[in-house]
């Protein structure tokens, strides 16, 4: 089936016995191990789940963006994000041996295999890759970003700030959603001032509570900011370098 969401049970993964990647189709992959990894507290490999929506079938030959989650706990789910990720085109990738009781050393690994283990096989965009954490995991995000600068264009941060001493390159945006009660929200409005002194666009809503992830429609309006600027930002280089023949 190709309906939206449909969970492709593992005996239809057919996976690639080199790769260890299924034949991807739109659907969500649940646990599906990451080829060649190992994570010693569960003696297994690492896992992560997978939302690819229909415009992947449909489209086969565009790449389409990629948005991260992960939270302070492991196997945190697509965070209700699965209609949005279908409407926006936008594949959604689950890191799932990432929490705040593991070494962060641990959860960097988890997300390098995460991204190892896609990238060869599946039909992601270079650039327009994009993460979102609650707390621990929004500090997971802001890693991954940090490290790879040129495969990020933003990150959605969630009762968290990010980090004084790893900052962002300029171009990646950063939105942040908390709680009006979050313990975390002077160090989110000192970062947001250091962002925008770095030269990070930044958005910002605050939400009734604490510690709070925040309404659905709330985190779907800073996504779709995230991933609407960045796609203008690809129009605008375009059409400058087509400016310069």
């Known amino acids: 089936s190709n309906r939206p969401g449909y969970e492709i049970p593992p005996e239809e993964?057919?996976?690639?016995?080199?790769?260890?990647?299924?034949?991807?189709?739109?659907g969500i992959y649940r646990s599906l191990p990451c080829h060649g990894t190992w994570f010693e507290p569960w003696q297994g490999p690492r896992t992560i789940d997978v939302y690819i929506p229909r415009a992947y079938a449909q489209r086969p030959e565009d790449l389409l963006p990629t948005l991260t989650l992960s939270k302070p706990g492991p196997n945190p789910g697509f965070m209700e994000l699965e209609n949005w990720a279908e409407r926006r085109e936008v594949i959604l990738v689950v890191i799932n041996s990432s929490a705040n009781d593991h070494p962060v050393s641990s959860n960097r690994e988890a997300q390098l295999a995460a991204y190892n283990f896609l990238s060869p096989t599946l039909r992601t965009h270079p650039t327009l890759n994009f993460t979102v954490g609650v707390s621990g995991g929004a500090q997971m995000g802001w890693i991954a970003a940090a490290n790879s600068p040129i495969m990020f264009s933003g990150v959605l941060m969630i009762a968290q700030g990010g980090y004084r001493d790893m900052p962002l390159a300029p171009h990646i945006r950063v939105a942040y959603v908390n709680g009006a009660e979050d313990w975390n929200a002077s160090y989110i409005l000192e970062m947001i001032g250091r962002l925008r002194t770095n030269g990070n666009e930044v958005r910002h809503q605050i939400v009734p509570g604490g510690h709070v992830k925040g309404p659905l429609d709330v985190r779907a309006k800073m996504l779709d900011w995230l991933l609407d600027s960045a796609r203008r930002d690809l129009i605008d280089e375009a059409n400058a370098d087509s400016a310069e023949f």
Do not use: K
């Open 13 to 26: 993964w057919n996976l690639d016995p080199e790769t260890g990647a299924p034949a991807w189709r739109p």
